[in-house]
């Protein structure tokens, strides 16, 4: 059995539904993507995973539903969600981000785990008195996944890590995401930049206006250029 495995996802906001009848899974250890056009529905997935979004269907995770469940409920199962537009205090310094990342728990790691991120992520330390909002955009993305880790989660939704990144920085931060791969976090990436991410996922579904249209292996799909060309507008 996936770690995720998701059946029928209807998800919208009030009375727009933006998703329909998506079904996918998410297998432990392994990192997925979501791709698709501007508009294709692919941060109100996550968002729907994560309780945010008006959500119908099955989303079992880890044998669990969560369709229903708050987001606070849903965070303390191990999702954690870094947004678009990452979702940092502007005004709090780098570690004051980080301990409230970790407001959930109740164990006595969290300084163990803040040592942790500045090991992953060596420009927070530096920063760390530093208010967030002064950070660059490449630094504001690792304090958001930063953020994320504190969570311990097994599961990471990342939706665009790559936007507004130089190709420098998005390649130090995917380096990072391979990593906290490597030590266990499961991935549920959604990404405009499907180049890049089909290197790097092992599995790839596309979505056309709120409906899953293909997936495959990130090999296969990364692969065909007809499916490159109509879906993922590249040539
Ligand atoms: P993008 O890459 O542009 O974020 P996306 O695939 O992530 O695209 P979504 O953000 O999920 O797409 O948006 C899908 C549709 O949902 C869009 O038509 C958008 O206008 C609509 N939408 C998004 N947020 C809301 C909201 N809060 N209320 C109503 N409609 C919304």
Known sequence: MSLLEVEGLEAGYG????????????DEGKVVTILGANGAGKTTTLRALSGVARARGRIDFAGEQLTGRSPEWIVRRGIAHV??????????????????????????????DIARCFGYFPRLEERRTQAAGSLS??????????????LRPRLMLLDEPSHGLSPLITREVFKILREIVDEGT?????EQNANL???FADHAYVLETGRLVLDGSAEEIGADEGVRRSYLGMV
Not at 88 to 107: I, M, Q, S, W
């Open 15 to 26: 009375p727009v539904t933006v998703v329909r009848d998506l079904s996918f899974s998410v």
């Open 83 to 112: 947004p678009e537009g990452r979702g940092n205090f502007a005004t709090l310094t780098v570690e004051e981000n980080l301990r409230l990342g970790a407001y959930v728990r109740k164990d006595d790691k969290v300084r163990e």
């Open 137 to 150: 955009g490449g630094e504001q993305q690792m304090l958001a996944i930063a953020r994320g880790l504190m």
């Open 186 to 190: 499961t991935l549920l990436i959604v």
């Open 197 to 199: 991410v089909l290197e």
